[in-house]
């Protein structure tokens, strides 16, 4: 969607249909795609169920053998160096971005003369910062079957949301629900006019999008930095809650403090959304501000307003905004490259927990790769991970949390307990190969690889799992599959990978009439394939 730069006055109208309801984590904004479901209903009242289709799941962790275990630790040019917790620096380093982060050149207003008193902290972040947010309103064309129509109908489903200004060229930064699914996306500056949004890129995994709009339209926030935040201080949210039935366009603003740092929460709707290391707020946070900005006392933006948690429907105090150095990290990805590439060191980190209930335990490396980072740093199996760039790992969240901050190219500094031993090591992190996935053949001809959140990614792929026909040759032509297609059930049981679906392929080969219809997802498309018969070797 190109952005043509188009400018309106701001026309309001009435309240809409779905201020009444139960807010549930991360949808603290109502993307269009989740309008519907937010309150179970149309924005009509009708019951649109029958229209649901299968979205992305989680995907499996990929599967590999033990690597071999790796030569001592090589440090600069000395190999295995002791060190004790007390040398472990604290400072936490993340990838480089090149957009403003200091109040230069951005939107802030001059704060009024005005008595001591009045001169609040929250009065001073709100003038810095509410020139840069906006509202973000999406349209979704929904398709419905008809029983009057041979051919059905469509209708447009409204969303809303909020987001900010990030540099002078337009750039604008909301939460990924926001705007998934959108086939129309606005913004609604706080002078009332509204611009043509495009959509550079978005992240399910962290939950980030990129919009652009015309440059020198809306003034940028001053952004600040999560590296020196305490628990405490004063906090400011700032976003459109409850859409249109203010009537005005300029954004709402609550105060609270910083109730916690770190937190880790998992996400409602059972999505694979890395909601890790997330600031928690008292300051509330509704329906409708997900994406707007979490600003400190200086009014420098320290968050990106994201989920709640609640169980009444309204703000608990119980609000979660991500780290802005982390947003920017991933916004600066998107605007390089187009996506979010991601970091991957040749390990998997595990935590081995004392029993169930422990949130806490010992992140061990329990599979090295071979030819990768982390075996050339001479990383092995059973290692216990500290800290990562100076921060304590407790999890293996805050290992996957650690590599995202740190980025693709970035030397990361890792400490590790082995035996009694503390040691130090580099290592460079790549892009995560998608090629070093396990290719599956399925039936003679018919070659799959099992579907990744980061593959899924890569190739733009309706479904986060399932198996990803690569090529389709001889036999295998008869099934009418066609490469890039991804198969997510059969008969109607879901598979999950490549290999789910070469065990369900070998069941129905075994079985008495073996037919089997395919569930499959091409492009934006879903549908099933005319039912086959596979023969088993005595047929």
């Known amino acids: 969607m190109e952005a043509s730069g188009k400018e309106r006055r701001h026309r309001f109208g009435g309240p809409l249909a779905w201020l009444a309801g139960t807010v549930v984590l991360g949808l603290a904004g109502l993307g269009a795609g989740s309008l519907a479901s937010y309150l179970g209903i149309s924005p009509w009242g009708e019951d649109n169920s029958a ?35 007390a040398e472990v620096q604290a400072d936490w380093a993340i990838g480089e971005l090149a957009l403003p982060v200091g109040s230069a050149g951005t939107g802030a207003q001059e704060v009024p003369d005005i008595s001591a008193a009045r001169r609040t902290p929250t009065m001073v972040a709100a003038f810095r910062v509410l020139p840069s947010v906006v509202s973000v309103r999406t349209t979704q064309l929904v398709h ?40 129309q996306i606005e913004v609604v500056a706080a002078d009332g006019s509204i611009h043509d949004a495009e959509l550079v890129g ?15 339209r809306v003034p940028p926030a001053p952004l600040g930095s999560t590296a020196d935040l305490f628990i405490g201080e004063p906090a400011v949210a700032i976003g459109n809650p409850s859409g249109y039935s203010l009537r005005n366009p300029e954004a709402t603003v609550t105060a609270g403090v910083i ?17 890790a290391d997330m600031i928690q707020t008292d300051a509330s946070i509704n329906p409708g501000n997900s ?41 600066g990805e998107i605007l390089d490259h187009g996506r979010v590439r991601r970091p991957w060191a040749g390990l998997e980190v595990l935590t081995e927990r004392a029993d169930d209930e422990s949130v806490y335990g010992r992140p ?6 071979e030819g990768t980072p982390g075996e050339e740093a001479g990383l092995r199996v059973g290692d216990e991970i500290v800290s990562v760039n100076g921060r304590t790992v407790n999890h293996d969240l805050d290992w996957q949390v650690g590599l995202v901050y740190a980025g693709v190219g970035s030397q990361l500094v890792v400490v590790f307990r082995r035996g009694e031993t503390l ?22 001809g018919l070659d799959l690889v099992s579907v990744t959140a980061d593959i899924a990614q890569e190739r733009g792929l309706e479904v986060g799992y399932g198996a990803l026909v690569l090529s389709v040759e001889g036999p295998a032509e008869a099934t009418r599959l066609r490469e890039g297609d991804v ?9 999950r990978s490549a290999e789910a679906l070469r065990d369900q392929f070998s069941y129905y080969a075994r079985a008495e009439d073996g037919w089997v219809r395919l569930h499959i997802a091409r492009g934006s498309d879903f549908g099933t394939l005319r039912p086959f018969r596979i023969r088993g070797p005595e047929s």
Do not use: C, K
């Open 51 to 85: 229209d649901e289709l299968p979205g992305p799941m989680t995907s499996p962790r990929g599967a590999g053998s033990l690597a071999e275990t790796a030569d001592p630790v090589q440090f600069d040019g000395s190999g295995t160096s002791p060190l004790d917790l």
């Open 144 to 183: 419905y079957r008809s029983l009057f129509s041979t051919f059905g109908g469509s209708r447009a489903v409204p969303g809303l949301g909020s987001g900010f200004v990030i540099d002078s060229s337009g750039i604008v930064l909301t939460n990924e629900h926001v705007v998934r699914g959108a086939d």
């Open 202 to 216: 978005s992240d399910a995994l962290t939950d980030i999008a990129v919009l652009r709009i015309s440059g020198g």
């Open 259 to 275: 109730s916690g740092l770190g937190r880790d929460i998992q996400s409602a709707s059972g999505e694979e959304v890395m909601y």
């Open 291 to 331: 994406g707007g900005p979490l600003a400190n006392a200086d009014g420098d933006v320290i968050g990106v307003n994201s989920s709640i948690l609640s169980r009444s429907g309204g703000s608990e105090g119980l609000g979660f905004a991500i780290p802005i150095d982390r947003a920017l990290v991933v916004a």
């Open 364 to 369: 061990l490396v329990t599979e090295v790769y």
């Open 423 to 444: 040691y130090e090591t580099r290592l460079a992190l790549e892009e995560i190969p998608s090629g070093r996935a396990e290719r599956i053949e399925a039936l003679a």
């Open 487 to 495: 198969i997510w059930a059969v008969n109607g049981t879901e598979v």
